[in-house]
């Protein structure tokens, strides 16, 4: 079955994946086909394949003829690197079986003298629907109790997590102590990846490569300078992590 990302979490996620949509996919008044390029823009850069998909499941048309070069994408492409996929285990048969975690800190140019406030990007992915969820906070261990009060929301709704695949990194040790504790009751089972092996948490290593290429496709495509690119990073990469709840995603019925 083909449903859109936003359709198995919609009803949990502030904004609502909906409005998202409405904001992104508005149809013009003249009910007028948009150009797949300009499609491709409105929803985050996101490939040819997945642009018609989207258009398709919202009822929205595209003019004929094929996605040309990006020369947005092309630029934000050739920053990044490519991340090796090792597969372990058995899948997850269910939306929030195995949710795999990591984060991320960022930092500005040397040429811009300001700091980004809230450096470190926490992003959970789900194994089986690929959707994936982000928050950011100015400390490693920021990102604990909101991830807990996420968890526990999924829970009393029916999602709850049971796996947790994350990196060695203390403050993960740390989110699982105190999901598993006396408040929360979330009942995590860990599965930590050894030192310097990134490709074993690869299902969120590759989110985070096309979160930043999309994240950076939309600056170079804004035109947007060191500076505003500072100042912007946060609200670029969450809209990135929105926009791709729209991608349509196969699932058994």
Known sequence: MNVGGSVLYGTILKPKPEEIAAAAMQKPKTNKPMSILEAHFKFGHTGEVDVRKIAKAYGLGLKQGSLLRC?????????QKSVPCI???K?????????YLDQMTMKPPASVKITIRNKNMRLIV?????????????????????LCATLYK????GREVKYVRMDNAPENFKF???ANGQIWKLNLTEEATGAGTPQRNSVVEKKFATHTARMRAMMSNAECEDTQRTYLVNEALNCAVMLDWLVVIEIDE
Request: with cysteine.
């Open 71 to 79: 020369e947005s994408c092309a630029i934000a492409n050739a920053k």
């Open 176 to 178: 699982i102590q105190i």
């Open 154 to 157: 999924w829970k009393q709704e």
């Open 91 to 99: 899948k997850a048969t269910k939306p929030n079986q195995r949710v």
């Open 126 to 146: 789900d194994e089986y629907t690929s959707m994936s969820f982000a928050d950011f906070n100015p400390k490693k261990n920021g990102f604990i109790n909101k």
């Open 87 to 89: 597969s372990e285990g």
